[in-house]
């Protein structure tokens, strides 16, 4: 539920836009909003688990999610709705994490573990593509409304579900608020620096004070963490080359994902005419490429070390890319479409499973909540960075072709006027290809650091926690 709601407001994004009058430069904090709180705040969520017992700090965190869907369903202004998307993020925040923490508590070493691990993986890489499914077919039968109220009953019934699991052993220590505050900060200003160097250009005086308020902000960060008695992330986190690899790959696999669901979206309703509805069928290849591939590299995993799984995976989410690249105002779904959608996702399926089992293997209990904490917030702040900065990239060069290309297609379609259309289709498509090229070289930064970070020898895929006394 978490994940699915990180990608369930894309098909609904040019029904929230008409209704709500989002300007074209905020439309994407509609989403950035949310995956930059929830990635900023996930390590902070996570060393709640471990202080406060994880089953209860879950509880909180599905509880204040729950909320921040009604409260979104309810907006009628961009600021209130953004105002929910972070509320949702700080929810997610601390839910996410404490859930693949209390996975290790209530699943002992070993095998049932690592199946459990699967299938939380599976559901972690599955829930970005069921989000556009179902948001295309709430928006298109209800209202968008309805991409936030279908979370309350799921939500409940949650919440209900929690009473069977074991709480878990709590540690000592405090939660580092500073930190949380300093690094969250850092990257809201970065990327706003990003979004205010597109709009405004890159010397321009907002633009530059950004950028240096955001160097200084995550300086003082990563200052902080190494003189805290308390610090959010334990660096010693990072002397295991094998779960620092995995970091930095999904880093990368998190830049390309949200970028290539953000614009594809806006290419299959802005460009191809199709409604919120198909456009959550047409990523049904997505979904069963993501699903064959997450189920065949749980089973691997047993067998194979995890670099000769995730890299194939990133060469193949890389040539998938280059497809669509390829797209044009004029590209058919069937013959040009569909196959990238299904390699782009088959790659990334293959990933999901053995980065998560990286990431945490060996990792005491101390540590448990911040350790799976860390792959999250990678995946959150890579794809909030690399929206960032692939609008960035496909709005520069659409606009470069027809000003303001965006708003000229709308008032083309409105007066039924075919060249203005046309050429503005043109121009956002051009955009749009722009930045899928850039994605190639994010898959391909994945896929070295894979190779030089992760070991080609398989080892445990369990989280070194063992089951509590009942």
Not at 224 to 231: I, Y
């Amino acid at each position: 539920m978490v994940v699915l709601d990180g990608t369930i407001t894309n098909i609904a994004l040019p029904s929230i836009q008409n209704d709500l009058h989002v300007s074209a430069s905020n439309l994407a904090w509609i989403v950035n909003s949310y995956a930059l709180t929830f990635g900023g705040l996930l390590l902070l969520g996570g060393k709640s688990g471990d202080l406060y017992g994880r089953r209860r700090m879950f509880r909180i965190g599905i509880a204040i999610f729950v909320l921040a869907s009604a409260l979104g369903g309810l907006a009628d202004t961009e600021g209130w709705l953004i105002g929910a998307r972070v509320l949702q993020g700080i929810g997610g925040a601390i839910a996410a994490p404490t859930a693949l923490s209390l996975i290790a508590v209530n699943f002992p070493e070993g095998p049932q573990r690592n199946r459990a691990m699967a299938v939380y993986a599976a559901m972690a890489g599955l829930g970005s593509t069921v989000g556009l499914l179902l948001g295309g077919v709430l928006t298109d039968y209800l209202n968008w409304r309805w991409v936030f109220y279908v979370n309350l009953p799921v939500g409940l019934v949650v919440l209900a579900g929690t009473a069977v699991l074991s709480e878990g052993r709590q540690q000592s220590g405090r939660l580092d608020v500073p930190g949380a505050v300093i690094g969250t900060s850092g990257l809201l200003t970065l990327v706003y620096a990003i979004t205010c160097g597109g709009d405004r250009g890159w010397t321009d005086t907002v633009t530059v004070a950004c950028f240096c308020a955001a160097a200084v902000l995550l300086t003082g960060f990563v200052v902080w963490q190494s003189k805290s008695t308390h610090p959010m992330i334990a660096l010693r986190l990072f002397a295991s080359r094998q779960r620092s690899g995995s970091y930095i790959t999904m880093l990368f696999i998190g830049s390309g994902m949200f970028g290539t669901f953000y614009f594809l979206t806006l290419y299959m309703q802005q460009i191809l005419g199709f409604s919120p509805v198909q456009t959550g069928f047409a990523y049904l290849p997505f979904s069963f490429g993501m699903g064959t591939a997450a189920a065949i590299s749980s089973k691997l995993v047993e067998r194979v070390a995890p670099r000769y799984i995730a890299g194939p995976g990133l060469v193949a989410a890389a040539c998938g890319m280059l497809l669509f690249a390829r797209l044009r105002p004029e590209s058919e779904y069937f013959t040009a479409l569909m196959p990238a959608l299904f390699l782009t996702a088959a790659g990334l399926g293959l990933c999901f499973v053995p980065m998560t089992l990286a990431a945490v293997s060996g990792v005491d209990d101390a540590d448990a909540g911040i350790a799976s904490a860390l792959l999250n917030t990678s995946q959150q702040v890579g794809g909030a960075l690399g929206l960032a900065v692939l609008s960035t990239i496909a709005g520069t060069v659409a606009n470069s072709r027809v000003p303001d290309a965006a708003a000229t297609l709308y008032r083309g379609l409105a007066m039924h006027d075919r060249t203005s259309a046309s050429a503005a289709s043109s121009a956002l498509t051009q955009g749009f290809s722009a930045s899928f090229m850039v994605t190639v070289g994010l898959f391909f930064a994945g896929l070295i650091a894979t190779l030089l970070a992760i070991p080609a020898t398989r080892g445990q895929p369990a989280i070194a926690i063992s089951r509590p006394e009942s």
